[in-house]
C-alpha cells in the first residue's frame, strides 16, 4: 500500500512537467511561417499582400505590346529628322565626278537654312529644278515600299527632281570663263585642280560671262565640267542660269555610303583666297558714303549761316 500510496503521490507532480512540456511543443509549432503576423510585413502571407495584383502590383508589359509603339516612334522620329535636319541623297549621274561618283550616298544639311543661313560659295548643295533642268529626263517610278521609305527619310528621295552641283558665285558675285582659261570670281582666278575631274578644264566646251548673279541667288556648276549641264547651259531661261536660293534643299556634308567612299565634302580652300569678296565689301562702303556726304554738306551750311549771322 505504501508503495501505491507513493506512486499515487507521484503522479499529480510529473503532470505540470508534462503539460509545460505540451506547451512549449504547441507554441514552437504555431511560430511556422504560415502563421507570422502580418504586421511584420514577413512571411508568405505579408508577401502576398504587399505584391499582388490587388494591392497595386503591375506586370511588366510583354515585348510584342510594346513593339508597335516603338516602330512608332522610330518612324516619326526619322520623319522629322529627314524634314528638319539631314536627309539622305543618291547621285544618280557623273556630274560630280571625282567628288562624288553615281550611287554615292550623301548626308545633306536641311537645319541651317531654317535659321537664314544661304549658301556660300565652295559648298556642294542639292536644289529643286528651277524650272525646265531635268525638262525630258525620265523619273524612276518606285514600288510602295520605296515610296514610304522615301518619305520618313530612310531611303534617299526617287521621285523628286533634285540636282547637285557646286556653288561657284553668290548673289552680287561677278563671274566668268573664257575658252582655255580660269574661272574668274570678283576679278580673281579660281585654282579648281583640288576639286575638278582630271583632265577637265575649267570651262568644259561652255565659256560664259562676264554674268553679275542676282542678289538670292547662285551660279552653280558641276567639278566633271565636260559631263554637267550646269548654270552655264541654262542662260535663255528665267534667272539667266542663276538658281533662287528658295530652291535649295540644303548643303551635302558628308559621303555616307559606301563606307569604302566615306569622306567630308568642305569647302575648297581657293574661295579662301583673300579679296574674294571684295566687291562685296565696297557696297557696304559706298552706302556709307552716300549717306555721309548730305550730312557733310547741311553741317558746311549751317556753319556758314552762323558765321554770316555774326
Known sequence: ???????G?????????????????????????HDADPADGEGETGQNQQDGPGQGGKKPRSFWKEL??????????????????????SIPSDSMM?????????????????????????????????????E????????ALQKFLSFIGLMPSAEEKDLIKR????????VSCKEGGKVILNGKPLDETSYIYPGSSPCGDKPFGPITIPEGSIWVMGDNRQNSLDSRYHQNLPGG???????????AVV???????????PVPSTFDQPGLSQALAVAPGAAGLAGAVPLVLWNRKRLASRHTAE
Do not use: C
Not at 512540456?21 to 511561417?33: C, L
Not at 509603339?69 to 520623319?79: C, K, M, T
Not at 525630258?136 to 514600288?143: A, S, W
Open 1 to 7: 500500500m505504501a508503495v501505491g500510496a507513493r506512486s
Open 9 to 33: 503521490h507521484d503522479e499529480p507532480e510529473e503532470r505540470p512537467e508534462r503539460l509545460a512540456e505540451s506547451a512549449v511543443a504547441m507554441r514552437d509549432d504555431s511560430s511556422g511561417p
Open 68 to 89: 508597335p509603339l516603338l516602330i512608332g516612334i522610330a518612324l516619326l522620329l526619322a520623319l522629322l529628322i529627314k524634314t528638319f535636319l539631314v536627309q539622305a541623297f
Open 98 to 134: 571625282n567628288t562624288l561618283q553615281r550611287g554615292d550616298r550623301v548626308l545633306v544639311d536641311k537645319l541651317t537654312p531654317w535659321f537664314g543661313s544661304e549658301p556660300e560659295r565652295g559648298e556642294v548643295v542639292v536644289f529643286h529644278d528651277p524650272g525646265g533642268w531635268l
Open 136 to 143: 525630258g529626263e525620265p523619273t524612276p517610278d518606285p514600288n
Open 167 to 174: 556653288v561657284i558665285a553668290v548673289g552680287g558675285d561677278t
Open 241 to 251: 542660269g542663276a538658281v533662287p536660293n528658295d530652291e535649295v534643299v540644303g548643303r
Open 255 to 265: 559621303v555616307a555610303w559606301p563606307v569604302t567612299r566615306w569622306a567630308t565634302l
